[in-house]
């Protein structure tokens, strides 16, 4: 995928604040400090656009960046984080929910997983809620290149038992250090979006 434009939009906690142009969404859910930030500058192929952060939990809206034009990548605050209080935490699962639930543009979710790690009881529930909502999902395993290739399928075994993956849902090795799964991620987004 050739990337001719990309720009950070919004910072949006309310539907009202959603842009209106009514390009296709796709969005990015995972833990705090899985590599959303990376994944989305990899696959748009800016180093910092997305700002990475080394203090997990900083995103608390939902992160619009449009590229070419063409589509919308939408990051969630990170889950999981013991330092975000309780109150907040209820707040980003119901702007997460509603997001989820009444999004037309919405046509395909990332949920980010850290292939090193068994996915946890938040990357279950936000797969549940997914698959409640009949949002169609891919489930992108980033860090691929932090362990060795000859255990990425007992790795990828785990995360699809842990989350009982419905069949129909594709599964994406990515490491935003070496690009492995760029344009797979793209080819699939892009048949998402042209149907």
Not at 81 to 95: D, H, L
Not at 177 to 189: A, K, P, V, Y
Request: aromatic share 8%; with cysteine; glycine share 6%.
């Amino acid at each position: 995928m050739k990337i001719m434009d990309a720009q950070f939009i919004i910072s949006a906690v309310q539907p009202h604040q959603y842009p209106e142009d009514a390009l296709p969404e796709i969005a990015l859910a995972g833990r705090s400090n899985v590599g959303k930030s990376s994944l989305i500058n990899k696959l748009i192929m800016r180093k910092n656009l997305a700002r990475t952060s080394s203090q997990p939990g900083k995103t608390q809206q939902l992160n619009y960046y449009r590229v070419n034009d063409m589509v919308y990548f939408v990051d969630y605050p990170g889950y999981g984080y013991a330092k975000v209080s309780k109150t907040q935490r209820e707040k980003f699962g119901t702007m997460i929910e509603t997001y989820i639930r009444d999004r037309k543009q919405l046509k395909l979710q990332l949920l980010v997983i850290d292939i090193r790690h068994e996915p946890s009881k938040d990357d279950q529930l936000m797969y549940d809620w997914l698959k409640h909502y009949e949002i169609p999902t891919c489930i992108v395993c980033t860090k691929a290149d932090k362990i060795p290739r000859s255990k990425w399928d007992k790795h990828i075994k785990i995360v699809k038992t842990t989350l009982g993956v419905d069949p129909r849902d594709s599964i994406v090795l990515f490491s935003s250090e070496t690009g492995l799964g760029r344009e797979q991620l793209w080819d699939i987004i892009m048949g998402t979006i042209a149907t």
